[in-house]
């Protein structure tokens, strides 16, 4: 299986700050990683897919970057609502795999 | 509106059986893969099983298999997760979530349902 980390796995930050959230695969996964975030006691809601591709509704302050094993979710002038846990996912392999999130709180 | 919304879970003893289902609204559900993912109690995300839009094709995570089916309805826009000898780790909130068009991404998950094992 591919094992996927986060780092850190949780930050303090302040609204307008710039986040940035690393994620490394075991083996190399073909830009195959998503992002999603989830907040407290709700459903993760995705992000970023196939690295760097904004999905539809999700505000232009996030952003995904990488290649080969490591990946980055930044997070630009961080809003309130921003305030959540991020997971990384690899879909490269036929067993996906989460990363252990990071959480992003208020400083 | 794009919905989904599971039922079916429960406490169950250690052993049993359980059988969680997911109602799918506002997509043409027969045209996508869907999934299950589930998340123990203050815990990380965990992909559990993913079944192509036919019905035909299943995979599952090492961690379940051999103990569940994935299954849907495409005439009533159902998803099922049939969950047999059932372990205290099993216990979790199970998440059913929506193959993006892309493929194996997922852009719309139901609200969840707890499961807990327990005797």
């Known amino acids: 299986d591919i094992q996927m980390t986060q780092s850190p796995s949780s930050l303090s930050a302040s609204v307008g700050d710039r986040v940035t959230i690393t994620c490394r695969a075991s083996r190399p996964i073909n830009n195959y990683l998503s992002w999603y975030q989830q907040k407290p006691g709700k459903a993760p809601r995705l992000l970023i897919y196939?690295?760097?591709s904004l999905q539809s509704g999700v505000p232009s302050r996030f952003s995904g970057s990488g290649s080969e094993t490591d990946f980055t979710l930044t997070i630009s002038n961080l809003q309130p609502e921003d305030f959540a846990t991020y997971y990384c996912?690899?879909?490269?392999?036929?067993?996906?795999?989460f990363g252990p999130g990071t959480r992003v709180d208020l400083k | 509106d794009v919905q989904l919304l599971e039922s079916g879970g429960g406490l169950v003893q250690p052993g049993g059986s359980l059988r969680l289902s997911c109602a799918a609204s506002?997509?043409?559900?027969?045209?996508?893969?869907m999934n299950w993912v589930r998340q123990s109690p203050g815990k990380g995300l965990e992909w559990v099983s993913t079944i192509n839009d036919s019905g035909d094709t299943a995979n599952y995570a090492d961690s379940v298999k051999g103990r569940v089916t994935i299954s849907r309805d495409n005439s009533n826009n159902t998803l099922h997760l049939q969950m047999n000898s059932l372990r205290a780790e099993d216990t979790a909130i199970y998440y059913c979530?929506?193959?993006?068009?892309?493929?194996?991404?997922?852009?719309?998950w139901g609200q969840g349902t707890l499961v807990t094992v327990s005797s």
């Open positions: 506002g997509f043409s559900f027969g045209s996508y893969a």
């Open positions: 196939i690295t760097s």
């Open positions: 979530a929506k193959d993006h068009v892309y493929g194996e991404v997922f852009d719309v």
């Open positions: 996912q690899q879909s490269y392999s036929d067993q996906f795999t």
